[in-house]
């Protein structure tokens, strides 16, 4: 794979690419948009889990951005169903909401776009918290209890990222089941929903998926407040410097794949600053390569068509294909990059 960028150190290339790429806005605009899902176009699914009608939890929206993540609602919108190797979803909550206690078979990441977050370790949550804000990312490894909680004073946005095309299904907490029981909703054997409030019936030859049981739960890892922390990578935080690193106005900090969230994810995850009128030229990748805009206005090259892009957006750029960006703004932007990451699980 190639994530260099094709010149990083010739400034009339760099002018070139740049021309190139306002050219380019007047080009078709079919692959750009069927590969941009903006902030405003997010289509929430209000009954996506188990614990959707659970006073405390009931007014999350869960969105599946790219891939169908681990939604237990077969009927939930997914933008991007083209597979990346990663789904890449996200949780707007209300303040006060939390989403339950749970456990995944894959890693799950999550990038805090808006609001402050609580986010809380163990069966009930007793394990281990942290406070996130804007721009901080939280990495939670498989195989342990995760919930979390808006606890600001507005309604708060999370950008998540969950492993493999087929990240598996949730492990909720036995608790979780048990004050589900009230509202109707019974999660099946096949890792389904089904309604009974709303006069749908348990169809044939299913069952309602048993309670998690108690060597489950201490089948799982349990951590330390310091072990958390570990898995928290803060806005600004400094890391080793990714590909982009080199270009002028750009800086490119790697926060998953090398340095200190170094553990197998099967992606990696840099945060790249870029500059007013910073670019990175157009180059290409073999692998998915999904970019988050935090802030900032962005013009995005994909295969030859440009598109401005801004707060919330996420764009995904096809594979063996040039693509460039540039900060069209008057501010600073800032974007997360998800990239496949080939190397093996340890
Ligand atoms: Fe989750």
């Known amino acids: 794979m190639s994530a260099q960028p094709s010149s990083t150190d010739n400034r009339p290339e760099r002018a070139r690419e740049r021309n190139s790429m306002v050219t380019n806005e007047t080009t078709r605009p079919q692959i750009a948009s069927a590969r941009i899902v903006r902030y405003g176009d997010l289509r929430p699914c209000f009954n996506a889990f188990i614990d959707t009608r659970t006073p405390g939890s009931d007014k999350k929206e869960n969105f599946t951005i790219i891939g169908p993540g681990v939604s237990e609602n077969p009927a939930q919108h997914v933008h991007i169903s083209e597979p990346h190797g990663f789904n890449i979803g996200g949780a707007r909550q209300p303040p006060g909401c939390t989403n339950s206690q749970h456990s995944h078979e894959t890693a799950e990441v999550f990038f805090v776009h808006s609001g402050q977050w609580r986010f809380d370790l163990g069966e009930h949550g007793e394990d281990a918290s942290v406070e996130l804000n804007p721009g901080d990312l939280i990495s939670i490894p498989t195989g342990v209890f995760r919930g979390f909680t808006n606890i600001g004073t507005d309604t708060g946005f999370l950008w998540a990222v969950l492993g493999g095309d087929d990240p598996g299904r949730v492990l909720w907490a036995p608790k979780v089941f048990e004050m589900a029981k009230e509202y109707g909703l019974v999660l099946l ?26 060597d489950q739960v201490a089948a799982l890892s349990r951590f ?17 410097k990714g590909a982009m690193g080199s270009l002028p106005g750009v800086a ?17 995850v840099s945060k790249l600053v870029i500059e007013p009128s910073g670019v990175v030229p157009s180059h ?9 805009v ?53």
């Open 294 to 346: 935090q802030s900032g206005t962005v013009e995005v090259s994909i295969a030859g068509e440009s598109a401005k892009v801004g707060p919330g957006d996420t764009i995904t750029f096809p594979a063996n294909s040039p693509r460039a960006l540039r900060n069209v703004g008057q501010a600073r932007a800032e974007l997360v990059c998800v990239r496949t990451d080939n190397r093996a699980a340890a």
């Open 224 to 240: 330390t407040p310091a072990e958390l922390e570990a898995c928290v990578a803060r806005a600004g935080a400094s890391g080793p």
């Open 284 to 292: 290409e990748f073999t692998g998915a390569d999904v970019w988050f």
């Open 252 to 268: 490119d900090t790697v926060l998953i794949g090398s340095g200190r969230m170094n553990w197998h994810h099967g992606f990696k």
């Open 189 to 214: 054997d096949d890792g389904s929903l089904v309604d009974l409030a709303s006069g749908d019936a348990i169809p044939p030859g299913k069952a309602p998926m048993p309670p998690t049981s108690r």
